[in-house]
């Protein structure tokens, strides 16, 4: 309430969103009452919802769940740059304390941070006090959450056990905590930064992939803290580290893929595995997936070597022809070869890297394909001078 307060005071133009999760019966309606009463008297938006979470094991976690989705549905309809939560310093400690105890590293010890993507927590640098003062002297309204009292949740235990203990022997304990996590943070900064500094020299931005070429003298750290910027987990970037990979092999996190190609790694993003086939009417020409531009020539007096450009006898052609992406077990007649073989050997052979074999396509007759679309055609429809008729396709960059 205070840092609603706060955001009215300064002219934001703010919104409030509020979820009764049902779960402390005459309390919860008490907490709604507040927030809409105040939103009507300063002319808020006011956005609400109900939650059912009475068959949830893990309650809090599914409350955080069920808001931020509910957050994130009022900001997509609303055109809304901004959440901003209330999280202040004792929640920070609170957060340090927890991750401690559960072995978190530099990141987790930094505690709760300022800004997350498009999430604002500017009420971090206030104690609860500090608030509660500001909210009796300018008599903003609030309610006490009951729920508070119970020790049965960890973040409760450590608030109403631990840290109440501690500030009996030190008093002066938030204060040093505070100190001790904003230097965390700034420490924080300061490895990523370093960090940059180290593995920019090994990477290459290609397209919207990275390729990366990796010094055994890095640190596997600076791996981590660079990988997991990519959703990847400890387990994952450690393992891969350690073990020898073949070209070809590789590791996804949510919505990216780290792939072996040869002496290098290539992270790129996750591509929609589903096969698209497209048609080509005869004479048509088309952008997409892929520009091509296609044209019956007649008589072909030279044959330009060139291999954005496939010639083929015009007779043997069904149409509409197919274009796709290559699929393992697809088989070419390459020109000049005698007998068919397998397009990833010809891609191999080629030396396509992992990342361009993924965007490889074929053109197909009669289910059969007739080029390995910019780097061979079929044998069986190849021209010569005395062909009569000629269908030429061009690779258009």
């Known amino acids: ?3 609603l307060d706060l955001s009215r005071k300064i002219g934001l133009n703010i919104a409030v969103a509020h979820v009764n999760y049902q779960l402390r019966g005459e309390e919860s309606e008490r907490d709604t009452k507040i927030v809409k009463t105040y939103c009507k ?4 938006r006011f956005h609400y919802t ?9 309650i809090q976690t599914a409350a955080r769940d069920f808001r931020y989705h509910y957050f994130s549905e009022i900001i997509q309809e609303n055109n809304i740059d901004f959440i901003i939560t209330a999280h202040h310093q004792n929640d920070d400690h609170e957060t340090f304390l927890l991750n401690a105890i559960r072995g978190s590293g530099l990141n987790g010890l930094k505690g709760i941070p300022e800004i997350r993507s498009n999430i604002l927590r500017p009420a971090l640098q206030f104690n609860k006090s500090q608030l509660k003062d500001y909210a009796l002297k300018n008599k903003v309204p609030f309610g006490e959450d009951s729920s508070n009292a ?7 235990y450590l608030r109403n056990k631990v840290i109440s203990s501690l500030l009996n022997r030190f008093p002066h304990m938030e204060k040093g905590l505070t100190n001790s996590i904003q230097s965390l943070k700034k420490d924080h900064q300061l490895l990523l930064y370093l960090i940059d500094k180290i593995i920019t020299p090994y990477i290459v931005k290609k397209e919207n992939a990275i390729v990366i070429t990796p010094d055994k003298d890095i640190p596997n750290h600076c791996w981590y803290y660079f990988l997991k910027n990519y959703g990847f987990n400890y ?4 393992n891969w580290i350690k073990k020898e990979r073949q070209t070809g092999k590789f590791i996804v996190s949510t919505n990216f893929r780290l792939i ?3 002496q290098t ?3 790129a993003p996750l591509q929609d595995p589903s096969s ?4 080509l009417k005869e004479n048509q020409s088309i952008t997409n997936p892929i520009h091509l531009e296609c044209s019956s020539i007649g008589n072909l007096m030279k044959i330009e070597k060139n291999e954005k450009i496939g010639y083929f006898t015009y007779e043997k052609l069904i149409f509409p022809l197919t274009i796709r992406k290559w699929r393992k077990g697809d088989k070419i007649h390459p020109l000049g070869m005698k007998g068919q073989k397998k397009v990833s050997d010809i891609l191999i052979d080629n030396k396509i890297s992992s990342l361009d074999k993924e965007n490889i396509y074929v053109l197909i007759s009669n289910n059969e394909i007739i080029w390995l679309i910019g780097i061979c055609i079929n044998e069986k429809y190849k021209v010569n001078r005395d062909n009569n008729s000629v269908y030429e396709v061009v690779l258009k960059s």
Request: aromatic residues 10%; hydrophobic residues 30%.
């Open 1 to 3: 309430m205070v840092t």
């Open 276 to 279: 698209i086939t497209y048609y």
């Open 265 to 267: 790694w290539i992270l």
């Open 150 to 156: 119970t020790s049965k949740y960890d973040r409760n």
């Open 41 to 44: 008297k300063h002319s808020i």
């Open 235 to 238: 387990a994952q970037i450690s």
């Open 50 to 58: 109900k939650a059912n979470l009475n068959q949830v094991d893990n």
């Open 260 to 262: 072996k190609d040869r």
